[in-house]
């Protein structure tokens, strides 16, 4: 496989953080701080710019992309890219076993500027194992992402580039991909997308299709000086799409989920955690990455509410609500 020494050199990078001590913080972030410096020489992005075109978010049909400088930000939260890596890599060759005489077709929704899980991960494959469509909302990232891809002559891996609202998006040929890589989250499901992409999107492909992060949840526990007690599961999405029937329109909100108070007297606080469940055995842990921050709640005394009732809107932008019930 023939690439030019800026891809060979991504393709070392990845190669390294697919190698690394999962638990050597210093040493992931090391890797992680040479391939940014590449992306920067690359691109001229440096996280630094103030004109708009680098700070302005865009608004998607809910929720919202990230600005150019996020996008490349958060390539940096290196334990997070670290484990996507991991486990995209693991998802494709999964599926080459799977599907032995086929060429492995990812979509990729969101791909950002620096378009890392192409950029970083087509050098370890060859054309005819891999194919890549991408999509991206921000006309700006779209554009530095394609001229990223000619720069390192990787055009042989892409099919297609979109800009697009992934929310509304009609793939063409949808059931053609193996894999739907789509890394557009926060910490709760907050303002980010992932929700509403994949309930836009997964009724179009096949039955198989496997989904990079496979699921999402957002998981409650109460707290006291003795440790955590577990409360209950508060929002699961692939639970949640798979029962909520597909409608022609978005929906405004997904169907709650009840927490009982009945024996919160004893504890201090509760705590909310978002568990990212990228690829089989490997997910993102509390407070691991930006997308796996716990939100701890006191728990006011006395305890005049019966219950807490958990909601997830999707307008009018992604939003994990909670309602006190008598």
């Not at 096949?206 to 496979?214: G, H, K, L, W």
């Not at 929002?235 to 029937?245: A, G, N, S, W, Y």
């Not at 728990?299 to 999707?314: C, H, M, N, W």
Request: aromatic share 10%.
């Amino acid at each position: 496989m023939e690439t030019t020494t800026s891809a060979a050199e991504l393709g070392a990078m990845a190669q390294k953080l697919l190698n690394a001590d999962i638990s050597n913080n210093d040493e992931l972030l090391g890797i992680l701080n040479e391939t940014y410096q590449v992306y920067q020489e690359l691109t001229g992005i440096n996280g630094k710019d103030e004109d708009l075109e680098h700070l302005a978010c865009i608004p998607a049909e809910t929720g919202v992309a990230l600005s150019l400088n996020q996008a490349a930000a958060c390539f940096l939260d290196f334990r997070r890219t670290t484990k996507f890596l991991r486990g995209f890599v693991q998802a494709i060759k999964d599926k080459q076993k799977e599907h032995p005489n086929e060429t492995i077709q990812v979509f990729y929704a969101g791909c950002g500027p620096f378009a890392p899980f192409v950029t970083m991960v087509a050098p370890l494959f060859t054309p005819e194992e891999v194919q890549f469509s991408l999509l991206e909302i921000n006309k700006n990232s779209l554009k530095i992402a394609k001229k990223l891809v000619s720069q390192l002559e990787l055009n042989d891996y892409v099919n297609n580039f979109y800009e697009e609202d992934a929310i509304k998006f009609q793939i063409p040929n949808a059931e053609k991909y193996h894999i739907l890589f789509s890394e557009t989250l926060d910490a709760l499901l907050n303002r980010e997308c992932y929700v509403p992409i994949l309930w836009n999107m997964l009724p179009q492909m096949r039955e198989d299709i496997t989904v990079v992060p496979e699921n999402v949840v957002v998981k409650l526990n109460f707290q006291n000086d003795k440790g955590e007690v577990y409360g209950g599961d508060v929002f699961d999405v692939r639970k949640t799409l798979k029962e909520t029937p597909k409608t022609d329109s978005m929906p405004e909100r997904f169907a709650g989920t009840h927490i009982s108070l009945a024996e919160a007297d004893e504890f201090d606080s509760v705590i909310l955690d978002t568990a990212v469940f990228i690829y089989k055995e490997h997910m993102l842990e509390r407070c691991e990455a930006s997308l796996s921050m716990a939100l701890q709640i006191p728990i006011a005394k006395p305890i005049t509410f019966k219950g807490v009732d958990f909601k997830y809107s999707l307008k009018p932008e992604p939003a994990l609500q909670m309602e006190m019930t008598e």
